[in-house]
């Protein structure tokens, strides 16, 4: 079973399209969190929820937007899509949100979602 | 702020050692080790938590020094596999925004040739 499980995997889009991306895990989780890897590899943090509440919104654009309909699910909507958009975005998930446990979590990460916007 | 590593990059022949090092400039709460190969995603290797404790993971080892915010991944012996992206990750000490905030390094690419 994967733990950590986002779709799609690979996503061609126009400039201005509005797209989602959707996250899982069946981890039993409670903190969720999108990255975003650029082409130098770079990976960044968006965002960070922990039972469904927003926790950390780095300065993203409002363009991009975090929906948790529940704890293990974790969806990225990004409206009007712009070329400086292409990325991997890597969602992943942990314990208790790091940094709160003594002994410290590590995060899974899904695969990922090869997003190109042309 | 990102943790910065060095090197950027090392290549290495099997059987050699590396030292990849993860400096941060604020107080840490713990260090992350993660390696990355080309068209995957990151996956978790070892965890250290201030305390100045060093983890071992087979070949490979991290020791954290939470006097100087800095923490060095040490891979001996090395094998094909060990190829990849190595990055760090910080969690800063305090709340607030520091909660559940892993920032990564900008990575360190491994290549072991035969």
């Known amino acids: 079973d994967t733990a950590v499980s986002q779709t799609p995997k690979y996503l061609v889009t126009q400039m201005g399209n509005d797209k989602s991306i959707k996250c899982e895990q069946n981890?039993?989780?409670?903190?969720m969190y999108w990255y975003k890897q650029d082409s130098k590899k770079f990976l960044k943090i968006m965002f960070s929820?922990?039972?469904?509440?927003?926790?950390i919104n780095e300065t993203v654009p409002n363009r991009f937007s975090p929906k948790s309909p529940d704890k293990a699910h974790l969806n990225l909507h990004i409206n009007s899509l712009e070329l400086g958009d292409s990325a991997v975005y890597f969602c992943?998930?942990?314990?208790?949100?790091?940094?709160?446990?003594?002994?410290?979590?590590?995060?899974?990460f899904g695969q990922g979602t090869r997003l190109t916007v042309v | 702020q990102q943790p910065v590593q060095s090197p950027q990059a090392v290549i290495l022949r099997e059987g050699e050692d590396a030292v990849i090092n993860c400096s941060s400039s604020?107080?840490?709460?713990?260090v992350h080790w993660y390696r990355q190969k080309h068209g995957e995603a990151p996956v978790f290797l070892m965890i250290?938590?201030?305390?100045?404790e060093q983890k071992g993971h087979e070949k490979i080892s991290a020791s954290f020094n939470e006097k100087k915010q800095q923490s060095s991944l040490y891979l001996t012996a090395s094998q094909l596999s060990y190829s990849g992206t190595y990055f760090c990750?910080?969690?800063?000490?305090?709340?607030?925004?520091?909660?559940?905030?892993?920032?990564f390094g900008q990575g360190t690419i491994l290549t072991v040739h035969p």
């Open positions: 604020k107080a840490l709460y713990s």
């Open positions: 929820y922990n039972n469904k509440e927003l926790i």
């Open positions: 990750g910080t969690e800063r000490l305090g709340g607030g925004t520091s909660y559940g905030k892993l920032t």
């Open positions: 981890l039993g989780h409670d903190t």
């Open positions: 250290l938590l201030k305390g100045g």
């Open positions: 992943a998930s942990s314990q208790e949100g790091l940094g709160l446990i003594e002994q410290g979590t590590e995060a899974f």
